[in-house]
Structures are given as structure tokens and as C-alpha cells.
């Protein structure tokens, strides 16, 4: 029997390969998981009110695209936290967590072909590894595009070849970015706006951790294509309820963009996607309403930055996170350093070469490894002191 060619040159999965690195040895010290970037907060304290009002919806068909409800729900959020009006009908849809969405947004608006050529599409390396297999999947050639110091932690997509930038179908962004916590600035959003007109391309912008951030609020991609004028049509946004409401269970996330393009994703939708159940619509719907958590559940996350900022004051190469929850720090070479770190402490990290490709014979990630800040307070801290301590004492 064959099998999709395409496929044969994805590497393992991060965590698997994680796996396979550390779980063969005994750990060295009570275990800490700082690897998955799972929010460890409480959900609010009436989730599980409006669930259970809500349980006779398990007996019925979810809409597809979201109830009416949690459509104006999220359209409003956006208006709110954006200054952005959108459509809720024909501008948002509910989906299954934003990686259904990042996945299968790329096979609904991705060419088979662009001027005349095998499409491109572009992803910062390091990313979020369903960018590459939603690349694969639409038949285009994945784009490693260098996202380190030396740029700032943004992929610089205006330096790219204009042959290929004339391939290109979609751009992935993240900001707050993971893994490194770098937010984009507005300018930044304008200039690839504006290389998305002129290249014939759609940004996807995964905004997953917008809510999560240092400073001043992050820029949305919407609201830097409102004040620059540009093509509704030019962008989507992914956004979910995982970091925000500390709801990762739930499933629950939204895709909002121009009429045209999303047409074109809650059409695929219908015939392949995975309806978020109805109560969880409802849960959701609430949960988009409601700010009063939100803020509270950053509060938590800035006592964890100042945690952080003391830990690993004065060291070299350490940079806070600008967003997001993950620690971008240097090592000499990841793989070999969440492995002393395994055997020496038993705090687990994810090295960062697991979140890159090589590409023209460098892994960018090679040099990192990732910390994730989601357990609480006084654990985190504790296996930070023990990461410093062990890799950098």
C-alpha cells in the first residue's frame, strides 16, 4: 500500500522526540514539567455553572460555525479590545482550537498554483509546528524563515527574494511569539501588510497569547489593518480561549477575517471540521464576554515575570518575555541541556532545536531551550532556581 510522499519528511513531533530523550533516564531530583505550554491558572469560577445549565445541549448537533451568541460574542471582543467592527456572520467562525483552524484555513484559501509556480508558504523559524504540516498538506513548499537575535526574534519577510515572495499564498505570523515572547510592533504589521498587497498573499496571525503580556497590550493584526487601510481580505486572526481563559480543554478558539477568504473556510468547515459541543459554545460565549478574568489571570503571569526577572537578574542573554509564557533561554546546545537538566534535577524543559528546521545547515532553535511558566508560583520558581543553578551556575 502506498502512502503520501508528501508526509515522509516530517520529523517527530516535539514531544515524542522529548520522550525519547529524556524518559530512558531516572530523573534527578522531584519532577517539574516546564514543557507544554498548558495554562495551570483556575478557569473562572462559573464555568462549571453555565456548563451544567447547559447539559442538555450534549443531546443536540452543534452549529458549525458557533451559535449566533458566541459569534456576536467574539466579534464583540474584538470591537472591544481591537476598536474593530467585524461581522459576526460572515467576518467569524468558532472553531475546534486555533491549530484546527491554522491547519485548515491554509487548505481553504492556498492556491494549487501561483503565477504559473508550486505555491510558497512562509513560517518564523522557530514556530508552532503545524504551520510546516499545514504547508505540506496544501501541496506548498514550507518556508523556514530565520526569527533570532539577529532579527529582532521576527522572521523578516521583506528580505526575501522577490521570485519567491511572488509564490507565496500565506504568511504565518505569531505575536506574542512562541517560543521566544517578542510582540510585534505596529509598524512591523503595517510593512508585512503591505508586502501581503503587493505580493498577492493572506497573513495568518496567531494571536494565541495576546492576553498574556508585559507593558502595553499587544497590536493586533486587524487593528493594524484598520488604521493602515489595508484589505480586510489581507488577513485572518486566530485567537482561543486555552491561554485567555485558561480553558484548554474546552477546545475553543475563533478565526475571523475578510468575507471572501472565510467563505472559503466555514465552507471546508462544513464538510470536515469538528464542531465545538453547545455547551461549551455557551461556556465560551460567557467567557468572551467577560474581561474581569482576564485580567486577573495576567496579574498572575506578572508575578511570574517578576520571578523570573529576579531568578536570572544579570545573566547573560536572558530576556524577558514581552508576552506569551515561555522563557527563550540560550545554552550551548539544547537537546544536550534539558538532558543534564533531566538527570541532574528533574526539571523538564523542551529543547529548542525541536521547535525549528535546519535550514541552509543551521537550526536556529539548536541553542535554546524553552521554558514554560504555567505551573504555579513557587514550583516555577523553584526549577527556575534549579535550571540556573544547574546549567548556568
Given at each position: 500500500?502506498?502512502?503520501?510522499?508528501?508526509?515522509?519528511?516530517?520529523?517527530?513531533y516535539a514531544?515524542p522526540?522529548?520522550?525519547?530523550?529524556?524518559?530512558?533516564h531516572?530523573p534527578?531530583g522531584e519532577?517539574?514539567a516546564?514543557?507544554?505550554?498548558e495554562?495551570?491558572?483556575a478557569?473562572?469560577?462559573w464555568?462549571g455553572?453555565?456548563?451544567?445549565?447547559?447539559l442538555a445541549g450534549?443531546?443536540?448537533?452543534?452549529?458549525?460555525?458557533g451559535?449566533?451568541?458566541?459569534?456576536a460574542a467574539i466579534?464583540?471582543?474584538?470591537g472591544?479590545?481591537?476598536?474593530v467592527t467585524?461581522?459576526?456572520?460572515t467576518?467569524?467562525?468558532?472553531?475546534?482550537?486555533?491549530?484546527e483552524?491554522l491547519f485548515?484555513?491554509?487548505?481553504?484559501?492556498s492556491p494549487e498554483?501561483?503565477n504559473g509556480q508550486r505555491?510558497?508558504?512562509?513560517m518564523?523559524?522557530?514556530?508552532y509546528?503545524v504551520?510546516?504540516?499545514?504547508?505540506?498538506?496544501?501541496e506548498?513548499d514550507?518556508?523556514?524563515?530565520?526569527?533570532?537575535?539577529?532579527?529582532?526574534?521576527?522572521?523578516d519577510?521583506?528580505g526575501l527574494?522577490a521570485?519567491?515572495l511572488?509564490r507565496?499564498?500565506v504568511?504565518?505570523?505569531?505575536s506574542?511569539?512562541?517560543?521566544?515572547?517578542?510582540?510585534a510592533?505596529?509598524d512591523?504589521?503595517?510593512?508585512?501588510l503591505?508586502?501581503?498587497e503587493?505580493?498577492?498573499?493572506?497573513?495568518?496571525?496567531d494571536e494565541?497569547?495576546?492576553?498574556i503580556?508585559q507593558g502595553q497590550a499587544p497590536?493586533g493584526?486587524?487593528e493594524?489593518?484598520a488604521?493602515?487601510?489595508?484589505?480586510?481580505?489581507?488577513?485572518?486572526?486566530?485567537?482561543s480561549?486555552?491561554k485567555?481563559?485558561?480553558l484548554?480543554?474546552a477546545r475553543?478558539?475563533?478565526v475571523?477575517?475578510g468575507?471572501?477568504?472565510?467563505?472559503?473556510?466555514m465552507?471546508l468547515?462544513?464538510?470536515q471540521?469538528?464542531?465545538?459541543p453547545?455547551p461549551?459554545?455557551?461556556v465560551?460565549?460567557?467567557?468572551?464576554?467577560?474581561?474581569a478574568?482576564v485580567?486577573a489571570?495576567?496579574?498572575l503571569?506578572?508575578?511570574?515575570y517578576a520571578?523570573a526577572?529576579a531568578?536570572?537578574?544579570?545573566m547573560q542573554g536572558?530576556k524577558a518575555?514581552e508576552g506569551?509564557?515561555?522563557?527563550?533561554?540560550?545554552?550551548?546546545d539544547g537537546e544536550a541541556?534539558a538532558?543534564k537538566?533531566w538527570?541532574?534535577t528533574?526539571?523538564?524543559?523542551?529543547?529548542?532545536?525541536?521547535?525549528a528546521r535546519?535550514?541552509n545547515?543551521?537550526?536556529?532553535?539548536?541553542g535554546?531551550v524553552?521554558?514554560?511558566?504555567?505551573?504555579?508560583k513557587?514550583e516555577?520558581?523553584?526549577?527556575?532556581?534549579?535550571l540556573?543553578d544547574?546549567?548556568y551556575g
Open positions: 500500500m502506498a502512502f503520501p510522499e508528501r508526509f515522509s519528511n516530517l520529523p517527530e514531544f522526540r522529548l520522550r525519547s530523550l529524556l524518559d530512558h531516572p534527578g519532577p517539574i516546564m514543557t507544554i505550554g495554562p495551570q491558572h478557569f473562572p469560577d464555568v455553572e453555565v456548563l451544567a445549565a447547559n450534549f443531546a443536540k448537533y452543534p452549529p458549525n460555525e451559535t449566533p451568541g458566541l459569534r466579534a464583540g471582543w474584538i472591544r479590545r481591537y476598536g467585524v461581522d459576526p456572520l467576518q467569524v467562525c468558532n472553531v475546534n482550537g486555533t491549530r483552524a485548515n484555513a491554509c487548505l481553504a484559501v498554483r501561483k505555491p510558497a508558504v512562509l518564523p523559524n522557530p514556530f509546528q504551520y510546516a504540516v499545514a504547508a505540506v498538506a496544501s506548498a514550507p518556508i523556514f524563515v530565520p526569527a533570532t537575535a539577529e532579527t529582532g526574534f521576527l522572521p519577510y521583506e527574494p521570485d519567491l511572488n507565496v499564498t504568511a504565518y505570523l505569531c506574542p511569539a512562541n517560543p521566544q515572547g517578542v510582540v510592533p505596529r512591523y504589521l503595517a510593512r508585512l503591505a508586502l501581503a503587493k505580493h498577492d498573499f493572506i497573513v495568518f496571525a494565541c497569547y495576546s492576553e503580556w497590536v493584526a486587524l493594524a489593518a488604521a493602515t487601510g489595508a484589505d480586510p481580505e489581507r488577513v485572518m486572526v486566530f485567537n480561549l486555552s485567555r481563559s485558561n484548554p480543554g475553543s478558539g475563533f475571523a477575517g468575507p471572501r477568504a472565510m467563505a472559503r473556510v465552507q468547515r462544513s464538510y471540521g469538528a464542531p465545538v453547545l461549551l459554545q455557551v465560551s460565549e460567557r467567557a468572551w464576554n467577560d474581561e478574568h485580567v489571570n495576567r496579574a503571569y506578572a508575578e511570574k520571578a526577572d531568578v536570572f537578574a544579570g536572558y518575555p506569551g509564557f515561555f522563557l527563550w533561554l540560550p545554552v550551548e541541556a538532558l537538566l538527570t541532574e528533574g526539571v523538564r524543559v523542551l529543547p529548542g532545536a525541536y521547535l535546519e535550514a545547515g543551521h537550526n536556529p532553535g539548536k535554546y524553552r521554558v514554560a511558566m504555567v505551573a504555579p513557587e516555577m520558581q523553584r526549577g527556575l532556581i534549579q540556573r544547574c546549567l
